[in-house]
């Protein structure tokens, strides 16, 4: 019984000296967080890419309303022509519309592909920038917000990189 006791007390010695050492080392570990989404959307080069892309996507909807125009004339055609002219117009329709799909199928893609080489880039320049702040502050992890279901508002780094991102894109911009 007396074993049983000494081996209960050394077990309790272990464990609180574990707990002490556990929370003196977890007071050191500098954690943070961010809203990647919100660093994102809010950053002003994010902002001209989609107005750029909107612009692009403008044009290109310009493009594709002649097409309309065009095939729209041709089924006009195609309704008063003769019986002859009716196989040619009705070739001439379907090769509109062919090209018509082409033109919608490359338009997205080329969009697309543009806004997701955008994406990583700015990806990129957000990550750089959150590196750089953990290294300089020996932050041991610094997580995105949505994956933080409770966080203290100091260790919300969201304002502070966006800051930073926009006043280098800022001073890249006027050089």
Do not use: P
């Not at 954690?31 to 996507?57: I, P, R, S």
Request: proline letters at 0%.
């Amino acid at each position: 019984m007396r074993a049983l006791s000494k081996l209960l007390v050394a077990a309790f010695f272990v464990t609180m000296t574990l707990s002490a050492v556990n929370s003196s080392f977890a007071a050191e570990q500098k954690l943070g967080h961010m809203d990647f989404a919100k660093v994102f959307d809010e950053y002003n080069k994010t902002k001209d890419f989609d107005k750029q892309l909107e612009a692009k996507g403008n044009a290109k909807q310009g493009d594709r309303d002649k097409l309309v125009a065009e095939i729209k004339k041709l089924k006009d055609e195609l309704d008063v022509a003769s019986d002859k002219e009716k196989a040619k117009k009705q070739a001439a329709v379907e090769e509109k519309l062919k090209k018509l799909q082409e033109f919608d199928r490359d338009s997205r893609e080329a969009l697309r592909k543009e806004r997701d080489d955008m994406a990583r880039g700015i990806f990129k320049e957000i990550k750089d920038v959150v590196d750089e702040i953990g290294k300089k502050e020996n932050y041991k992890y610094i997580i995105d917000s949505r994956m933080v279901l409770f966080g203290n508002e100091s260790d919300d780094m969201t304002a502070r990189v966006l800051k930073i991102l926009n006043d280098k894109y800022q001073v890249k911009g006027k050089k």
